[in-house]
């Protein structure tokens, strides 16, 4: 991983914060020199981020909310403006499993469940965090896709459609905002060592090992430094791209 220091004085907000992907993410933009804002579902279980993260030496802004309300949203970033005066970088990484089953079996709650966080909750984030970057004249979105964003899923219909919609709403965003100096990318991890994981395996993280043509699941950390380099001055020619980091997965 980088001992650059790539982002002194900026902001980055980052959603599904307390754990796997984007915790990871939070302390590695915290180490190189952001003020981090992080957002899940309630703030006890953000502590032990902000507490990485302050380890680090960073300031830190620890937000309760569920992405699929827009008063939530809309409150996050005010507070987050309010706090650090801008949005320099947005992570959109807060997002569920599915319960596995075949599409004729899929309940309508479960379904608008999938879609709600993981669709609905990141066209929410991204609205607010581009209407603020329009206002202080730049940043940059990153958006979690996967590997399922780009192939089929057997019994992951749900979460793959919301996976899926995530690279086209990326794509999208990309080209209304290129000009206005906000680039939109999105990242596509493949099966990693998170929670997400051990739940939607049930424990039997050796099913998903045996995915990974390179034999090994991903670390969340390799992740992090994907995003940080898309939002880095290094990646500034990067707009609408959807990188995979799946260990060949997706192929």
């Given at each position: ?125 991204m609205k607010h965090e581009i209407t603020q970057m329009l206002r202080q004249g730049g940043g940059v979105v990153v958006n979690t896709a996967s590997g399922a964003g780009i192939r089929g899923v057997a019994g992951g219909a749900s979460y793959a459609a919301s996976k899926h919609a995530i690279i086209g709403l990326t794509k999208s965003a990309a080209l209304d905002y290129a000009k206005a ?71």
């Amino acid at each position: 991983m980088s001992n650059a220091n790539r982002f002194p004085g900026k902001t980055a907000f980052i959603t599904g914060a307390a754990s796997g992907i984007g915790r990871a993410t939070a302390i590695a933009f915290a180490r190189e020199g952001a003020r981090v804002a992080i957002l899940d579902r309630t703030e006890a279980a953000l502590r032990p981020t902000a507490d990485a993260i302050r380890e680090a030496g960073a300031d830190v802004l620890v937000l309760a909310c569920d992405v699929a309300l827009p008063e939530q949203v809309e409150a996050a970033v005010a507070r987050t403006v309010e706090t650090f005066s801008r949005i320099d970088i947005a992570f959109n990484n807060a997002g569920v499993e599915n319960t596995a089953a075949p599409v004729a079996d899929i309940t309508l709650e479960d379904w608008d469940r999938i879609l709600d966080i993981n669709l609905r909750g990141t066209f929410l984030c991204m609205k607010h965090e581009i209407t603020q970057m329009l206002r202080q004249g730049g940043g940059v979105v990153v958006n979690t896709a996967s590997g399922a964003g780009i192939r089929g899923v057997a019994g992951g219909a749900s979460y793959a459609a919301s996976k899926h919609a995530i690279i086209g709403l990326t794509k999208s965003a990309a080209l209304d905002y290129a000009k206005a100096n906000i680039r939109v990318n999105a990242i596509l991890p493949g099966n990693i060592e998170t929670p997400m994981m051990d739940r939607f395996t049930g424990g039997d993280i050796q099913k998903a090992i045996d995915l990974e043509p390179v034999g090994r699941l991903g670390k969340p950390e390799e992740i992090a430094e994907a995003v940080l380099w898309m939002s880095s001055d290094l990646g500034a020619f990067v707009t609408g791209a959807s990188i995979s980091v799946d260990g060949g997965w997706s192929l």
